[in-house]
């Protein structure tokens, strides 16, 4: 049985979003479209016309993709909203308009012969709206902005160093797009060559504990009844679903902002409180991390934290993997130099 909950709204009549249910015993469906026609032929007011890409489950989909593989990914619940809620005017359909703004600072400073370009830049809508960075930043021009950038590097070299000119301190804004299944934009790979043109450093995060190494052992205490949130570390969520209970949160693989936090602390307070609030949010008692920087945004920083989201932190911590091993050893530890007080033990 596949339970399906999809978004549902009309600019013109509804006060309020909501998600409508469907339950389906045979989900016999090619791909995500089919099921789109399925349920407008039970609601003829379903609306997604011109609609490419939603996000399922908060990660994004291409609408021909095989249904099968989704819910290979997803489990037997699938939760579908457009590409930002917020800007949706017709169920599935959204305004657009702060996309194609974008374009035409594209045409404003490199010139006309970019106009021809524009069937490739409508292509990167769900790039455009696969960050949050524009809830903090007006003028971020998009994830979309860095592949189109690379495409017009190809197509014009003549304007190479135009066209680096106008992205190179958007950059560093950058967050990895969420996408279900595969990335059909190549993002990452153009965002290291982008990288590279604009001769920046490789900015890599060093594992505090290779979680994958750990093998099976008595520890000495049970962690069996807390609720663990795991933040961007695949290899750390698996080893906590075997000793305790794993709280998984929607931004848990999101970029926490210490490379923006270099230049514009501002924006980057405000991605790392979207996260640990999410976190937070989730059940959890406490955040792993398994980084320095990852501690720093999230613990260190934690009247940043709290200040914007005018919210507390009650009761909530962070720990660092390697401490979490030495608990689970039964070692006594001194959180003193936590900001967050650790109320474990």
């Known amino acids: 049985m596949l339970e399906v909950e999809i978004y549902r709204y009309d600019i013109k009549m509804d006060w309020a979003s909501y998600f409508k249910p469907y339950i389906y015993k045979n989900a016999d469906f090619k791909?995500?479209?089919?099921?789109?026609?399925?349920?407008?032929?039970?609601?003829?007011?379903?609306?997604?016309?011109?609609?490419?890409?939603?996000?399922v489950n908060d990660c994004l989909v291409n609408l021909d993709e095989n249904f099968n593989e989704i819910l290979n990914k997803t489990g037997n619940f699938i939760k579908i909203s457009p590409l930002i809620e917020k800007r949706s005017i017709k169920d599935e359909i959204i305004n657009n308009d702060d996309f194609m703004g974008v374009f035409d600072e594209f045409s404003q400073n490199l010139g006309d012969e970019i106009l021809d370009e524009k069937d490739f830049y409508l292509n990167l809508e769900p790039l455009f709206y696969s960050s949050d960075i524009r809830d903090f930043k007006d003028d971020f021009l998009g994830n979309s902005a860095f592949v189109f950038a690379y495409n017009l590097i190809q197509k014009f070299p003549n304007k190479k160093e135009k066209i680096l000119d106008f992205i190179k301190d958007q950059i560093y804004y950058y967050q990895k797009p969420k996408?279900?299944?595969?990335?059909?934009?190549?993002?990452?790979?153009?965002?290291?060559?982008?990288?590279?043109?604009?001769?920046?450093?490789?900015?890599?995060?060093q594992k505090i504990v290779n979680f994958a190494d750990i093998k099976n052992k008595n520890f000495k205490t049970d962690f069996s009844q807390f609720n663990i949130a795991v933040y961007n570390d695949k290899d750390a969520r698996n080893f906590i679903k075997k000793i305790a209970n794993l709280k998984e949160f929607n931004s848990q693989e999101r970029d926490c902002g210490y490379e923006i936090y270099k230049f514009d602390k501002e924006v980057a307070i405000k991605v790392a409180?979207?996260?640990?609030?999410?976190?937070?949010?989730?059940?959890?008692?406490?955040?792993?991390?398994n980084n320095e920087s990852d501690f720093f945004m999230f613990d260190t920083l934690k009247k940043d934290l709290q200040y914007v989201k005018n919210r507390s932190l009650h009761d909530f911590y962070v720990l660092k993997s390697n401490e979490f091993l030495d608990l689970l050893d039964g070692k006594r530890l001194n959180f003193d130099s936590h900001k967050l007080k650790v109320g474990l033990l």
Do not use: C, H, W
């Not at 409180?273 to 991390?289: K, P, T, Y």
């Open 31 to 55: 791909d995500l479209k089919e099921l789109f026609y399925d349920i407008k032929k039970q609601d003829p007011y379903f609306e997604f016309k011109g609609v490419k890409f939603v996000k």
């Open 273 to 289: 409180s979207n996260i640990i609030f999410d976190a937070f949010d989730s059940g959890a008692d406490f955040l792993l991390v």
């Open 179 to 205: 996408f279900l299944l595969n990335d059909p934009f190549n993002t990452e790979n153009i965002i290291q060559n982008l990288r590279k043109m604009l001769n920046l450093k490789d900015f890599s995060k």
